[in-house]
């Protein structure tokens, strides 16, 4: 009997290759006769290029040429708009996208000026300080409310001000609501710059073969396929000449599917140029400003409550710091303004956004994408309600929950898939419960708090609720083939950073097919293995790759039941697949190996039948009509020293809705190394700028992030409300782990320090130890 793999722990495929170091990172590609590429990065944030003269790093020796923006000609041409605005009413939006090297002007300190091209790394970097560039500083923008008032330095001189794009949605009407309100909460909330720091940077490789005009690309992108379409176009290649390879990635999070980073752009013409192979790996100092980051914003929000603590409305006005350039649209923004609506009932919502340009670097996409902050607003104004209205914050909460017989709930406003915000399915409370339970909240607050607080030890409790919006579209694809061997080849378009694909989507095949998962070979993001498909983004993967796979091996099954049943002059419905061969029900030994039945499917002699193809194999796509909503509660316990504000937590549980689970152990995972970055973007990591736009901290001396150490056992629970919008039932679990912790750690520590008690708020992200003594000691306090 073959064992049902979907559902199951099953451990990852992939592990022995990365432990053993036979995977292959871009780094790890070498090839005859290749260059290396070093890039003079403007130590300004906003200037004037006077001029760029190159000449005595071009007599360097080992130095093979040198380029800045001139020497590019008709290829210089600013990136593509990678998402356009969603048809939003009255929406104004202005695109400014980043370019292969500056000319003219520079916009962020960081962007690239020139390119050398060397014989090692080493001669690269050393040429890069033979060469004189002049510029004309201007002043920077750095503040966001600086940056659109009267008088500020203009970013991109076209435009006449510093202002992308103005937004504003709305759902019922918050003046009525706010006008019958027993209490109205006005705060302000700040949340600060980060950045990504995956253990591998990002990396290119660029091989043009002249004789054979083939263009192959080594790149750590999230979406190879879309980097294939859009350098074969501006090449002026086929896409059939291009193809792009991105293997094993040590860390996506978001911000490598920017397209195009300025590397991407200028290696292949490079490569096309020297006829040679040419690599560019970033390193840790780049990364600080060459890699796009995370967002910054300010909210000015307001919630109408009645006095039992029902939500009658929230009103949101909001900037967001899209930094120089904003080729990602209005995604990040947008993520904001819907999910601040949270798991709650909120009959009138009025939100308004102004995204802004400033000297700082691109900020795209990175884990949870503009999320957590409708989640930090959201979630920070019920704190602030229930302490005014003395009811338990938990309580509020559950007062406000969607309820399970309200689903398909519509919020009306438009979401980032360009169709009405409505979250599919769920079952809110039981979440919420189960996270109650696991974290011993009554026990806590009634008698071990008391007790440790009469210790004089400073320990808090916090509850924090939230959605993803997850699976988006357009679509994705696979091809699932039974090979003559017997084993099974799965091919998608989709690439891999650590999600554990090649485990998850290789369980999906070996259910329908009856074989073992380790007899299931995977391949992802090769775009000669598999022409079509969007990226890894936006917990999409399982989601949507993941019900293409179930399509293809469904189809695949049946042709290989149709074949056996030809073979033995049966009813298909006699039939069942198991440990890789097909046999009669109850005659376990009469049947055919799944191998024989590839090559029946593939025969040297005779005609292929009329409405048949051969071979074993099948290929299918799926789109979803629109993304799904996961949902989860995460609950900590955590002990904060008053004199010094070193955090320990003591106790994390999450509790997550997101549908059918393929692995749980794979999921687990996902929401380990979510919680751990939501850890060091809500307790330690802040991109720390001057008024000039220079970075202070670049550096992993400087900029912190959690180690091993800091990052607790987590307690996992998980409830299963299914999808109705793909035949699996999956919603996505990405980010979910990431997404509601700056509100949970603003709760409690707050909590733990009984600051509501004296009169201070946490109403910023990052809270790290310095700023917490900072807030803690404002007027005396």
């Known amino acids: 009997m073959t064992t049902r793999f979907f559902g199951a722990p099953v451990k990852r495929n992939e592990d022995r290759k990365l432990l053993t170091g036979q995977a292959l990172f871009i780094d790890d590609v070498e090839l005859p006769n290749m260059l290396h590429a070093a890039f003079l990065r403007s130590q300004v944030a906003h200037a004037r290029i006077r001029r760029i003269d190159v000449s005595a790093a071009l007599k360097r020796p080992g130095v093979v040429a040198v380029y800045t923006a001139n020497d590019l000609g008709t290829y210089w041409q600013p990136g593509p708009l990678l998402v356009p605005p969603p ?7 202005d695109v400014r996208t980043q370019v292969p090297l500056a000319k003219d002007k520079v916009r962020y300190a960081g962007e690239p000026l020139a390119v050398v091209v060397a014989e090692s790394r080493y001669i ?42 103005h937004v504003r949605q709305t759902k019922g009407d918050y003046r009525r609501a706010a006008a019958n309100a027993d209490i109205i909460l006005k705060r302000r909330f700040r949340y600060e710059h980060g950045i990504s720091s995956p253990i591998e940077t990002r990396g290119i490789v660029a091989q043009w073969n002249a004789r054979g005009q083939q263009m192959t690309i080594w790149d750590t992108t999230q979406a190879p396929v879309f980097v294939r379409n859009g350098l074969a176009a501006i090449l002026g290649l086929s896409e ?21 980073y300025p590397e991407e752009v200028t290696l292949p013409w490079i490569s096309m140029r020297l006829n040679r192979p040419v690599k560019w790996i970033e390193d840790r100092l780049e990364h600080f400003v060459a890699t796009t980051h995370e967002r910054g914003q300010i909210h000015d929000a307001e919630i109408a409550l009645a006095r039992d603590g029902r939500i009658l409305g929230v009103r949101d006005v909001f900037l967001h710091d899209n930094g120089a350039y904003n080729p990602y649209g209005l995604t990040v923004p947008i993520n904001s303004q819907c999910t601040m609506l949270g798991p709650y009932v909120i009959p009138a919502y009025d939100s308004t956004f102004t995204s802004v340009f400033t000297t700082l670097p691109i900020v795209t996409p990175y884990r949870g994408a503009g999320r957590q902050h ?29 309820p399970s017989d309200a689903f398909p709930f519509n919020n009306e406003i438009i979401y980032q898939d360009f169709a009405p915000l409505q979250y599919d399915s769920g079952n809110y409370e039981p979440v919420l419960d189960k996270a109650l339970a696991a974290i011993a909240y009554e026990k806590f607050v009634r008698e071990e708090q008391p007790k440790l607080r009469a210790e004089g030890r400073c320990v808090g409790i916090a509850v924090a609720c939230y959605v993803e919006g997850t699976g988006v579209g357009p679509y994705e694809g696979a091809k699932v083939q039974v090979q003559s061997n017997g084993r099974v080849s799965l091919v998608t378009g989709i690439g891999t950073q650590g999600q554990g694909h090649f485990t998850s ?26 022409y079509w498909g969007a990226g890894t983004f936006a917990s999409r993967g399982a989601v949507v790759a993941g019900n293409a796979i179930s399509a293809a091996s469904q189809v695949v099954r049946k042709k290989a039941l149709k074949l056996a049943s030809e073979v033995f002059e049966c009813s298909e419905d006699d039939l069942v697949i198991a440990d890789g ?40 796509y799926f789109g979803p009509p629109s993304g799904t909503t996961a949902n989860g509660v995460h609950a900590m316990v955590v002990e904060v020293d008053p004199e010094t504000f070193e955090l320990r937590i003591l106790k994390y549980v999450v509790v997550h809705d997101c549908g059918t689970v393929i692995n749980p152990m794979i999921l687990a995972g996902q929401i380990h190394g979510g919680v ?22 670049a550096s992993l001396a400087d900029y912190l992030l959690p180690t091993a150490l800091e990052i607790p056992r987590m307690e996992l629970g998980h409830t299963a409300t299914a999808s109705p919008l793909n035949p699996l039932g999956i919603k996505g679990a990405g980010e979910a782990g990431a997404i509601p912790v700056g509100a949970l750690f603003a709760q409690g520590i707050e909590n733990a320090l ?15 130890p310095s700023r917490l003594y900072e807030l803690t000691r404002k007027d005396g306090k």
Do not use: C, W
């Open 505 to 530: 989507f290789a369980q999906i095949v070996a259910d329908q097919l009856g074989v073992d998962v380790t007899e299931v070979d995977v391949v992802t993001g090769d775009t000669d293995q598999f």
């Open 374 to 402: 409708g989640v930090f607003v959201i979630e920070r104004l019920l704190d602030l309600a229930a302490h005014e209205l003395r009811i338990d914050p938990v309580e509020i909460r559950r007062r406000n929950l969607i």
């Open 581 to 620: 061969k097909v046999s009669i029900t109850g005659i376990p030994g009469k049947f055919v190996s799944l191998s024989e039945l590839a090559q029946r499917a593939n025969p040297m002699r005779g005609a292929v039948k009329p409405g048949t193809e051969p071979g074993l194999e099948s290929t299918q």
């Open 87 to 93: 048809p939003i009413p009255g929406i104004v939006f």
């Open 676 to 697: 751990a970055q939501g850890i060091g973007n809500a307790f330690y990591e802040k991109l720390a700028f001057d008024d000039q736009g220079q970075l202070l901290n």
């Open 124 to 165: 690269a970097e050393d040429a890069l300080d033979d060469i004189v560039v002049d510029l004309e500083t201007l002043p920077a923008v750095v503040d966001l409310e600086a940056a659109v008032s009267a008088g500020a330095a203009v970013i991109h001189d076209d435009l006449g001000s510093n202002v992308a794009s």
């Open 240 to 260: 059939r000449q291009v193809r792009v390879i991105a293997p094993f990635i040590g860390g996506g999070f978001g911000p490598k599917i920017m397209i195009f």
């Open 754 to 768: 009984e600051l509501a008690r004296k009169g201070i708020e946490l109403l910023e992200i990052p809270l790290s």
